[in-house]
């Protein structure tokens, strides 16, 4: 569903790239707490999730090579949307999508760079939105379960990728730059997409399904809320205050064993799908032209589109350039995909996650100084 340039007008555009990039300063500042470990869902350290946030920008960068066919002359991609907020949460699976649709835009001129803002709001912003509020709406009413999280997480990637394909009809609505009615936008867009929707919600729910079960931990929907510590005296504590003796040392809470866990086994294992996804399974994808594509040429909606500006690029149509094998080509220019996406998304997500530790080691002394100051001492009361 990448909108090339030219499908939708200037104004629209510039609006949409306003909205995108509000949506990614807001997704910045979620970020820091679901990466630093401190939202209502906690359990993981805060060093792994960055890169895990950037594993999971890697893997849907690589299985978006995979096209599947839906119907005749038909085919259809994961958007990622439900995927990553499933996984990481909802603030980071924006970041997660943006990161590869900027990506695919700048590399391999996939979703026109005028555009970009429009794809971030379609395929990241809408999709995050609508299936992380069904996936937590249906987890807290289905028994608890790692089947209940896998069913919710394919009811919420079923239904995300139709509420795309609704939303892009309605930019079309605004600033579409062809004369097709609306009503045959919606129709044929709805259409196709609900199709494609059953195919995203098999990806999702299998790989939300494969980490659960290694791993549960590592799903941030899956998560519970963090629990209030609480504090208990012990029984002989007054006696022993009484006696003058001194009371032992309470034990340090112990850490749970997932949360010990080392996560580079799964990291490894993430790379390694990623790389086998995007450099050689992606040869036996459909080369059939997905949902917007096919509408797009069905209904005339590419009438005035416009060719990329990075289409001389030497990734371009996911391809390197001069090499003649078409398999070779198309695998090496995946394999370098994943490898730029995994440390572009890493690497954002690291600084945002030592922005939130930065801030938070700042207001730790800001609290103790107040704390001492001669106002809260005993000698000035």
Sequence with gaps: MHVPDGFIDAPVSAAAGVLAAAAVAVS???????????????????????????????????????NFPVAAGTSGHLLGGALAAILVGPYTGVLCVSVVLLMQSVLFADG????????????????????????????????????AVTAAAFVAAAVSVPAAAVAFTGLYALGGTTDVPIATVFAAMTGVHVLIGLGE???????????????????????????????????LAGPAAAAGEREPEPAEPARPVAARRSTRRVWLAGVAAALVCAGGLSYYASTSPDG?????????????????????????????KDIANPRLSGGLAGVIGVGATLAVGTGVFVVVRRRRASARDTAVPEAAGDAASPRHSPESA
């Design 28 to 66: 910045l500042r979620g970020a820091r707490r679901e990466l630093g470990g401190t939202g209502p869902h906690t359990g993981l350290g805060a060093e792994r999730t960055a890169p895990l946030a950037g594993l999971v920008a890697a893997f849907i960068f690589a299985v978006q090579m995979l």
């Design 201 to 235: 919600a098999a990806i999702t729910a299998l790989t939300v399904g494969a980490v659960l079960a290694v791993r549960p931990d590592l799903v941030y929907g899956a998560r519970e809320p963090a629990k209030p510590l609480e504090l208990r005296t012990s029984p």
């Design 112 to 147: 026109g760079l005028t555009a970009l803002g429009v794809n971030i709001t379609d395929m990241a912003v809408v999709t995050v939105l609508v299936a992380y509020g069904i996936f937590r709406g249906l987890v807290k009413v289905l028994p608890r379960g790692r089947r």
């Design 292 to 320: 917007l594509e096919k509408v797009a040429r069905d209904q005339g909606i590419d009438a005035k589109a416009e060719e990329h500006a990075a289409k001389d690029s030497p990734l371009a149509d996911y391809s390197v």
